[in-house]
């Protein structure tokens, strides 16, 4: 676990650093933005690496999801982002246990199965 610590702590801070120095330009330029290119997508597409659109259709194949807001879409978008970055830097610590820089299905089962965090994950892969 002190691993994990190490070795995720540092593109962490760095990460926040360049998303603290990033999103504050870009929320102010992306409302600029938004208001000159008048995207459909509005001010949140700049912030989000996940296509909203593709989101958004997810979230609408639920019945019980008729409506969805930009807003709602833009927070599932991050919170996934969120949640793919995570597990990714912690399989990246068993991929560097095995002396690999390529992510392999058993760095993800590891990590899985290592952290009580992604405990609900168990058995998805299979």
Same mark, same amino acid.
């Given at each position: 676990m002190a691993a994990t610590v190490a070795v995720s702590a540092p593109p962490a801070e760095s990460e926040l650093d360049r998303s603290g120095a990033e999103e504050e330009p870009r929320g102010d330029g992306g409302e600029e933005d938004g208001a000159q290119n008048s995207s459909p997508t509005g001010p949140h597409s700049r912030l989000a690496k996940l296509p909203l659109s593709r989101i958004k259709a997810l979230m609408k194949a639920d019945?019980?999801?008729?409506?969805?807001?930009q807003e709602s879409v833009f927070i599932i978008a991050k919170a996934t982002e969120l949640f793919v970055e995570m597990i990714a830097k912690d399989a990246l610590v068993y991929a560097q246990q095995g002396k690999r *820089?390529?992510?392999q299905? *058993?760095?993800?089962?590891n990590a899985i199965e290592a952290i009580d965090e992604f405990a609900f994950l168990e058995g998805t892969l299979d």
């Open positions: 019945p019980d999801v008729s409506l969805a807001s *820089k390529t992510l299905r *058993k760095d993800l089962d």
